[in-house]
């Protein structure tokens, strides 16, 4: 690392050197700082993000969360350059530099990626108001694939939220998936005692058995999509809006489509049986007919889906067969009123 007077510090990484030119934000496990590569001919601009981890934290929890800042470089540089929708990682490195909290010497870890110019919906949201739901379902369209791809290499993201969803102003309404540092992958079986210990994720927009500290799965990334599209749309939490039955009322927001209410409220369910399974069902419930009722009812464990919404399965003879005896009911009344013509003719 090297100090340049007035300036913040260039540091050297194992693939590059980079000029620090402004902080970008921070927070309990690090900061991040927009850069410029030095390497390279255009002289690229790119995000470093910093590792800080305060005194306060248990020793398992440091282990936890310096095992997640590395997985998420290994995320970056595996699937960034694979997904339209994820960040490419440029370095990863480490140095012993003066912790400017503590003045004294610590070592650091430092993540370079790619830099996505544009705001994330956080902050449009503050500025511009509430999405209309023709933005939101353009969000849907555009994030959902990034997420099937992810959810396919065994990632899940734990920490989708507005702030971490990135509209770019380079491509036409294109979305980025940002800060995997809360990335797991997917354990089968218990998840180990350094990975319980922390919750990562943001609680108003987890699920709850990312908040209790239960294995998540796929479908918990769409709840926290949900959630978020929740809150753009309507400017509140999920939780804000429950009806009787604990589930999300999309009902108290005329301007919300009956379609797309029905599908944030499925994704929105308390049990994770009862969410869609994967982005791709969500995508096909999105591109699937409104009256069409295959893409808005959860599945059944028994005769209750958990919702308080019963559903009726009907066997596939059935319809046949009623069409059959509705033929027949028909057949017997014309019978009936033909013979009493008969009858009242012949008195």
């Avoid at 390279?40 to 995000?47: K, S």
């Avoid at 993201?157 to 800060?179: A, C, G, M, Q, W």
């Avoid at 319980?196 to 479908?219: C, L, M, N, R, W």
């Avoid at 489509?257 to 999105?286: N, T």
Wanted: glycine share 6%; net charge neutral; aromatic share 8%.
């Amino acid at each position: 690392m090297r100090e340049i007077p007035g300036q913040l510090p260039i540091l050297a990484g194992n693939r590059g050197r980079y000029q620090l030119l402004r902080p970008l934000g921070g927070g309990s496990f690090g900061d991040t700082f927009l850069a410029i590569d030095l390497n390279t001919l255009i002289q690229r601009h790119c995000v470093v993000k910093r590792l800080r981890i305060d005194g306060h934290h248990s020793p398992e929890n440091v282990a936890g969360i310096k095992k997640a800042f590395e997985k998420e470089a290994k995320v970056l540089e595996d699937l960034g350059d694979k997904s339209s929708n994820i960040p490419c990682l440029y370095d990863y490195f480490s140095l012993t530099v003066n912790d400017p909290q503590l003045n004294t010497p610590q070592e650091f870890n430092y993540l370079v990626q790619q830099y996505i110019e544009g705001e994330d919906l956080s902050k449009e949201l503050e500025k511009q108001g509430l999405f209309s739901e023709a933005k939101v379902l353009a969000l849907l369209n555009n994030i959902l694939p990034g997420l099937e791809f992810i959810h396919k290499n065994n990632v899940i993201h734990r920490d989708i939220k507005p702030s971490n969803i990135v509209r770019s102003n380079t491509e036409d309404n294109k979305f980025y998936l940002i800060d995997f540092g809360a990335v797991k992958q997917v354990i089968k079986g218990d998840i180990s005692t350094t990975e319980k210990s922390i919750v990562f994720g943001t609680i108003s927009y987890a699920p709850p058995e990312q908040i209790k500290k239960e294995k998540v799965d796929y479908s918990s990334d769409l709840y926290a999509l949900a959630a978020s599209c929740v809150q753009l749309l309507t400017g509140e939490f999920p939780d804000d809006s429950l009806d009787v039955n604990n589930l999300w009322n999309w009902q108290r927001y005329p301007y919300i489509s009956e379609h797309l209410g029905k599908i944030l409220r499925r994704m929105l369910q308390v049990d994770p049986y009862y969410r869609f399974q994967s982005a791709r069902e969500v995508m096909e419930a999105l591109n699937k007919r409104d009256d069409d009722p295959k893409n808005l009812k959860p599945p059944t464990r028994d005769e209750n889906n958990g919702g308080g919404e019963k559903t009726e399965v009907i066997n596939p003879s059935q319809p046949r067969f009623i069409k059959v005896l509705l033929i027949t009911a028909i057949i017997l009344t014309t019978a009936g009123v033909l013979i009493a013509i008969y009858r009242h003719q012949n008195q």
